[in-house]
C-alpha cells in the first residue's frame, strides 16, 4: 500500500468521524429534548407494576403509581426542560426507598411489604428489559439521525472519496484535524447523560451549527435550496438529456448516501479503533522507508 493511498483511507475515515460527532451531538439534543430514557423507564416500571400486582396489592392503578414515583424524583430535582418531573435513571434502593414515602396509608401494612418485596424480586429482570428496549430505542435515532445527516449535509461517500483522493491539500488538511476531532467526541461522550437542563440543549445545538459549517472544510456541501430546486425543475446536474440518465444520476446519488448512512451506523468507536491501527502502520512504513533511504545511501549496512 501506498502512503498517498493510507492517507487517502484516512482522511476518508476522519471525515466519517466528523460526521458520527455530528450524528452523536444532533441525537443529544433530541435524546434530552424528547425525554426518550425517562419515557422509557416510565414504561418499564408501569411493566413491573403490573407484573406484581401493583392494583390487587395497594388498589392503586399501575400508572398512577409510576405518576407518584416520578413526582418524589421530580421534588428531588430530576426535572425536564420544562421544570416537569422526570426519571432519567433509577435504582432498586431509591425506588423502594420512594415506595416507602408514597401515600399508602389506606393500604393494608402487609399488603404493602408483600408488594415492596415483589418489586425488590424482579426490578433486575425488568430492568434488564429496560435496558434492551432503551438500546433499540436508541438504534432507531441514531439511524434515523444519521439518514437526515447524511441528506442535510449532502454526506455522498463517491463525493467525499473524489476530492481527498484528487486533492493533495485537502486531504493533509483532513488529517491534520483528526486530533481536534476526536477530542471533541471524548468529551461528548464524558458528558453527564442525567443531566437536562436548557443550558446542555443549547450548547449541543451551538456545537452543531459550528461543526454545520466546518463540513464545508472536509470537501462535503451541505444540500442547498438551488439543489432541490434544481431536482424539481430538472435543471443544474439534473438536466441530463434523457430520463435514463436522470435516473443514474440520482441513483448514484442515493447510493452514495446510503453508503455513508451504513458506514456512520457502525459507529464513532470503531472508527477511532481504526485511526489508530491505521496511524499505526503509517508509523510503520514511514520506519521503513526512512530505513531504505538510508541504506540506499550508505548510512547502514544491509542485514
Request: aromatic fraction near 8%; include cysteine; hydrophobic fraction near 45%.
Amino acid at each position: 500500500m501506498s502512503m498517498k493511498t493510507l492517507d487517502t483511507v484516512i482522511a476518508l475515515i476522519t471525515v466519517i468521524l466528523l460526521l458520527s460527532l455530528v450524528v452523536q451531538s444532533l441525537q443529544s439534543i433530541v435524546k434530552k429534548w424528547f425525554k426518550l430514557k425517562s419515557i422509557t423507564i416510565h414504561r418499564s416500571l408501569v411493566d413491573l407494576f403490573n407484573y406484581v400486582k401493583a392494583k390487587d396489592l395497594t388498589g392503586i392503578e399501575s400508572t398512577l403509581l409510576v405518576d407518584e414515583v416520578k413526582k418524589q424524583f421530580g421534588l428531588l430535582g430530576r426535572v425536564s426542560l420544562f421544570n416537569k418531573p422526570m426519571m432519567d435513571s433509577i435504582a432498586k434502593t431509591d425506588l423502594l426507598k420512594i415506595l416507602g414515602q408514597i401515600s399508602l396509608e389506606n393500604v393494608n401494612s402487609g399488603k404493602v411489604e408483600e408488594f415492596k418485596q415483589k418489586v425488590d424480586e424482579w426490578f433486575d429482570t425488568v430492568m434488564q428489559s429496560f435496558e434492551e428496549r432503551y438500546t433499540r430505542h436508541m438504534k432507531t435515532v441514531a439511524l434515523c439521525v444519521s439518514i437526515f445527516v447524511v441528506i442535510v449535509l449532502n454526506a455522498n461517500f463517491f463525493d467525499i472519496y473524489n476530492n481527498i483522493s484528487t486533492n493533495d491539500s485537502l486531504r493533509e488538511a483532513v488529517i491534520a484535524r483528526r486530533g481536534q476531532i476526536e477530542q471533541r467526541l471524548n468529551q461528548l461522550n464524558s458528558e453527564d447523560p442525567a443531566k437536562v437542563t436548557k443550558a446542555d440543549v443549547d450548547k449541543a445545538i451551538q456545537e452543531l451549527r459550528g461543526l454545520q459549517g466546518e463540513v464545508q472544510i472536509f470537501g462535503i456541501t451541505p444540500l442547498s435550496t438551488t439543489d432541490v430546486s434544481n431536482f424539481f425543475n430538472k435543471t443544474g446536474p439534473w438536466a441530463a438529456p434523457d430520463a435514463g440518465s436522470r435516473f443514474w444520476y440520482l441513483l448514484k446519488l442515493l447510493a452514495g448516501w446510503a453508503i455513508t448512512v451504513i458506514l456512520l451506523s457502525v459507529g464513532a468507536p470503531f472508527w477511532q479503533d481504526t485511526l489508530e491501527s491505521l496511524f499505526g502502520i503509517k508509523n510503520l512504513l514511514r520506519k521503513r522507508t526512512d530505513t531504505r533511504n538510508v541504506e540506499d545511501v550508505g548510512g547502514q549496512p544491509k542485514p
